[in-house]
């Protein structure tokens, strides 16, 4: 009990418990929305007012897969070669921790502890994340875009915005004191050079 309140009324380790969960969650969330909405936005085909319009095909090609959005656009993006069915184990296991975060984050923060593999499941939801963003560039963004590049592009080279946000909301959340501050050094820098 005594190691218990040292550890919660600690401001160094309470705090970087809250933003590690609080980044993970975000991240998986962010994760979702990649599945679910690049899916949905693929089969928009207009607005109307202020609301999309969603093509009828988006509901028996993707939603008919299963009753969750998220597991019927995994499922479509599995025959569609973006993911396979271990990317499916890995979300399981990503949302498992996330649902954990979420639903118990009090005692996580107060008692408990961060599930032990937290970084390595972050590194995880990063990879799926970045494996999809990347297949969506390639395989779907480029070919239909109106001035494709002249040469192939090694999927090495592409970087994914919503995985670069994540990755710089990392470090500055969780990183060392150097590391956190870097990307508003540089910021700083550029501006006050202009």
Known sequence: VRRSWERFLNPEVTRRRLLAAAVYIASFESLKECVVDRIRDFYCIGIKGSRYVISPKYRS???????????????????????????????????????????????????????????ELFRDLMDLLSKIEVWWVLNVELP??????ETPIDERDVLPGSVLILRILHDI??????????????????????
């Open 61 to 119: 090609e993707v939603l008919s897969r299963n009753r969750s959005p998220v597991y019927a656009s995994l499922a479509w993006l599995c025959e569609m070669g973006a993911i396979d069915e271990s990317d499916i184990a890995t979300f399981d296991r990503l949302k498992e921790c996330r649902n954990k975060l979420a639903h118990e984050l009090l005692s996580s923060v107060v008692s408990a502890d961060l599930p032990a593999d937290l970084d």
């Open 144 to 149: 239909t875009s109106p001035a494709p590049p």
């Open 173 to 194: 959340a969780l990183g060392d004191d150097v590391e956190s501050r870097a990307y508003y050094d540089l910021w700083r820098r550029l501006v006050d050079d202009q």
